[in-house]
């Protein structure tokens, strides 16, 4: 398996009201945030994002990205769950000559992407990715994969691994200790599977992963 490495350090923190979205979550509004429409990136904060628009705040972690993995003009990265395209926009930014693509299964977030992404981005499920095998040169999943149930987890990182030959990154969501899985689980609305460190590992495992990975733990 590759290594564990913290590769959005450079992401800007954003401030979380864990008590009012505790207050505010029920099974409608947790209905309606699974559906990753127009409520879930530009809706009211308790849906999601309360407003997901581009302010290039990915450009150093593009740059991060480029630097890891030593990526170079015509290589091939693909973004699974990619949302809006801030993100694949960012990576051709950094690296001009990059071919950068992206997935996300909202069409929502497709129809309102970046102009410079149009022709870039696909709809489509990361359980199931319609590419060849090593169809690129590294594959990113950020915040994303915890959005499956554990069966399907498994398969959408072996599916990572299948385009990748294991140059990939991912990051979910955790928490190390019973008082960030409190916190995470006040805030989490869409994470249909979630675990300590270990039991992401073995989901890595079974999927046959070796990419690089992290985690997102809210802690504040």
């Given at each position: 398996m590759g290594k564990e490495i913290d590769l959005l350090r450079s992401l800007p923190q954003t401030k979380r009201n864990i008590q009012k979205r505790a207050d505010a979550k029920d099974?409608?509004?947790?209905?309606?945030?699974?559906?990753?429409?127009?409520?879930?990136?530009?809706?009211?904060?308790?849906?999601?994002?309360?407003?997901?628009?581009?302010?290039?705040?990915?450009?150093?972690?593009?740059?991060?990205?480029?630097?890891?993995?030593?990526?170079?003009?015509?290589?091939?990265?693909?973004?699974?769950?990619?949302?809006?395209?801030?993100?694949?926009?960012?990576?051709?930014?950094?690296?001009?000559?990059?071919?950068?693509?992206?997935?996300?299964?909202?069409?929502?977030?497709?129809?309102?992407?970046?102009?410079?992404?149009?022709?870039?981005?696909?709809?489509?499920?990361?359980?199931?990715?319609?590419?060849?095998?090593?169809?690129?040169?590294?594959?990113?999943?950020?915040?994303?994969?915890?959005?499956?149930?554990?069966?399907d987890a498994v398969v959408a990182m072996r599916e990572i691994q299948r385009l990748s030959g294991g140059r990939a990154f991912v990051q979910v969501d955790s928490y190390r200790t019973p008082e960030e899985r409190e916190i995470a689980v006040s805030w989490i609305i869409t994470a249909r599977f979630h675990d300590y460190p270990d039991g992401w590992l073995k989901v890595y495992a079974e999927a046959g992963y070796t990419g690089d990975y992290y985690w997102t733990i809210i802690n504040r």
């Open positions: 099974p409608t509004v947790v209905a309606i945030a699974k559906q990753f429409g127009q409520e879930y990136w530009d809706g009211d904060r308790k849906y999601g994002y309360g407003g997901y628009r581009y302010d290039g705040r990915w450009r150093p972690v593009a740059r991060d990205l480029i630097a890891h993995f030593g990526l170079k003009p015509g290589m091939r990265v693909l973004d699974v769950g990619c949302g809006k395209g801030f993100l694949v926009k960012d990576l051709m930014l950094e690296c001009p000559g990059l071919e950068a693509f992206g997935l996300d299964i909202s069409h929502y977030a497709l129809m309102n992407c970046e102009k410079e992404v149009i022709g870039r981005l696909q709809l489509g499920s990361a359980v199931s990715l319609p590419f060849p095998d090593a169809s690129f040169d590294c594959v990113i999943s950020l915040n994303t994969i915890h959005n499956l149930a554990r069966a």
